[in-house]
């Protein structure tokens, strides 16, 4: 905490204490320096009392949301707000069938079966052959596990394998998620729920579906549709023609009876019987859900998405402006969860029509006026993309090296230098400085686009050696059979916990592409690293620095006794540089790392 606070002060004075908020005409340069003041410390994890105090405004605002959707109604006041609610109603008809077939139904659900990454309840590991196949089995009502068995009926060497492992571990019947936290901003923790195993088998099933509503009804594609909001919020900074909407806590606003009046009932059971009814507070507390599910559910965000695009669709039917999506090129709306793009003579209708279903506009976060938009993790002035830095943590040397090249990346496209900023944070570093090409991740070194003249060069392939910080991965073997006690989970609590043998589910998880080489990869609740020895022969070959816009930092020289791991430079002189294909470099500024 003492270092960021010592890196913050050295960045704000870098900067010139920029103070205020954008206004009309704000140069572009002043905006810059102003956006990554506000933007560095905002999300950097709280810690002790601070930490302590973001999860409790957390669990306020959690049990605020559940309490409105318990009292939410929906009541259109006109006729114009009738006639939004029936085509949301139309629309999502059009998810529950394709043409006359019913499109969510028992086996297109049981077909889609996953596990998410995170922890599920009862489960020892995150994976998903110990969540399904190797512990027991948690679900909320009775109705699920006999649903549950019944799709099992149509896959039996999935069949085979639940048998196998309830007959060793059981099953047990829990009264619903339980809330945790998960960081966000240093003033307020993110709320995130833990669903029981089985619940969870249904949601990425059904979210599934709902994601294939999206592609079929609205063309929305949610692993493209941030890059396209971004880039219409990029145009409405420009000419006016879009404004963006950002919602306050909108997965804890979707009132489960408000979705009861919109969900066909043909589907609508499906969500219901999935959903967990009840969460379970830190302390034990237990309390009913009034929203129809939160995160950490599986179908949250695909079905948020496929709310909000009803939402804004049938308002623009409305106002009688015809929805363009798909291959109807330009696009005149786009949603991703509740980050929201409108045409800006619908933006105050489609405001209005949020507000209708129970939803609150994030007026802090919400433009429709003046040369600032920002969607999808694109902040736009004028076009030009101003999104700052936000530094999360220094707990490990990735951590310093992801924001030295960020920083450098945002002083190439700003022009802004920070030699200061940069220094003070190398100098948080614990192990040597290692230097690396730009086709490596932020997190493993500081980027160069020439190699350091000290690397050697292998002999057989003539390539630079050097070494990155790399993330260990880690995974388990998996057991040769049922004899095998080698085989162990990743220590956890100090205890080693042996992995459960069950064949025919080892088969499913091999087939769903879940165990490579005789290995599951887990997530890891606390990170470690590793110096890994690297050879590349295109380390010259990168003629951009990518998200750079046109300027580079290129390595001037450097002290010739660095080896990147055993020694350490000196003085290593950055400079900028600005790139025309064709052209030579010109150079521009220049800053150093001392």
């Known amino acids: 905490m003492q270092d960021f606070a010592a890196i913050s002060n050295v960045l704000q004075e870098e900067l010139g204490f920029p103070e205020g908020n954008l206004f009309e005409g704000i140069p572009l340069e002043t905006a810059n320096r102003l956006w990554l003041s506000k933007s ?11 930490e302590k105090m973001a999860n409790e405004a957390c669990l306020t605002l959690f049990k605020e949301n559940n309490a409105k959707c318990a009292t939410f109604v929906l009541q259109p006041l006109c006729l114009a707000e009738e006639e939004v609610v029936e085509r949301v109603k139309l629309l999502f008809e059009r998810l529950a069938f394709c043409g006359p077939e019913l ?27 110990s969540k399904v196949f190797a512990g027991k089995l948690s679900y909320t009502s009775e109705l699920l596990h006999r649903v549950y068995h019944d799709c099992l009926k149509a896959y039996p060497l999935w069949r085979a394998g639940e048998i196998f492992r309830s007959s060793t571990y059981g099953e047990q019947q829990v009264v619903g998620n339980r809330l945790s936290f998960a960081p966000k901003t240093f003033v307020i923790s993110r709320s995130i729920c833990t669903e029981p195993n089985l619940n969870m088998l249904f949601q990425k099933g059904l979210g599934s579906c709902v994601e294939d509503g999206l592609r079929r009804v609205f063309k929305i594609d949610l692993s493209k549709q941030p890059t396209l909001n971004r880039r219409m919020a990029r145009i409405g900074s420009f000419d ?11 997965s804890d606003s979707m009132s489960l009876e408000t979705l009861r009046k919109l969900i066909p009932p043909v589907i609508f059971k499906w969500f219901e019987l999935a959903r967990s009814g009840f969460v379970t507070y830190p302390g034990g507390v237990v309390e009913q859900l009034h929203m129809i599910s939160s995160m950490g559910n599986g179908f ?14 049938a308002a623009y039917q409305t106002l009688g402006v015809k929805p363009r999506f798909g291959k109807e090129a330009p696009l005149n709306f786009g949603v991703f969860g509740d980050d929201i793009v409108v045409r800006k003579d619908c933006y105050d209708f489609v405001i209005r029509c949020l507000e209708l ?30 999104r700052g830095v936000y530094l999360k943590s220094l707990n490990h040397d990735a951590d310093v090296y992801s924001a030295i090249n960020r920083l450098i990346r945002w002083s190439s496209r ?4 920070l030699p200061l900023t940069v220094a003070a944070l190398r100098g948080v570093l614990r192990g040597q400085t290692l230097w690396i090409p730009w086709k490596d991740g932020d997190a493993e070194g500081i980027k160069v686009p020439t190699p350091p003249t000290s690397l050697k060069v292998a002999k057989s392939t003539q390539g630079h050696i050097y070494f990155a910080l790399v993330k260990r991965k880690q995974s388990f073997r998996l057991p040769e059979d049922a004899s095998d006690t080698k085989a162990v989970y990743p220590l956890k609590n100090g205890k080693r916990t042996k992995v459960f043998f069950n064949p025919d589910g080892l088969m499913v998880s091999v087939v769903a592409s879940f165990i490579r080489s005789g290995r599951i990869m887990v997530r890891s609740d606390h990170d470690t690293f590793k110096i890994q020895r690297r050879i590349t022969s295109s380390w010259q070959g990168m ?17 010739q006794g660095n080896t990147g791991v055993e020694g350490d430079s000196s003085d290593l002189t950055m400079v900028g540089f600005l790139f025309s294909p064709g052209s030579d470099w010109e150079v521009v500024s220049g800053f150093y790392f001392n």
């Open 40 to 50: 560095f410390g905002k999300k950097f994890l709280p810690s002790g009392p601070s």
């Open 103 to 129: 499109f969510i139904d028992r086996e297109s659900i049981c077909s889609r079966f996953m596990t998410g990454p995170g922890a599920s309840q009862l489960a020892i590991s995150g994976d998903f052959y």
């Open 240 to 250: 006016g023609s879009f404004g963006t909407i950002d919602l306050s806590s909108a």
């Open 300 to 313: 949250t965000f695909p079905l948020q998405t496929y709310l909000f695009s009803s939402i804004v669709v």
């Open 357 to 386: 279903f129970g939803f609150s506009v994030n007026g802090d976060k919400s433009f429709n006026s003046g040369g600032f938009r920002e969607s999808c993790g694109g902040d736009f002035l004028r076009s030009h993309e101003i």
């Open 414 to 417: 700003t022009g802004i230098m």
């Open 543 to 559: 003629s951009f620095a990518p998200d750079a816009s046109q300027l580079l930092v290129r390595l001037a020289s450097l002290d």
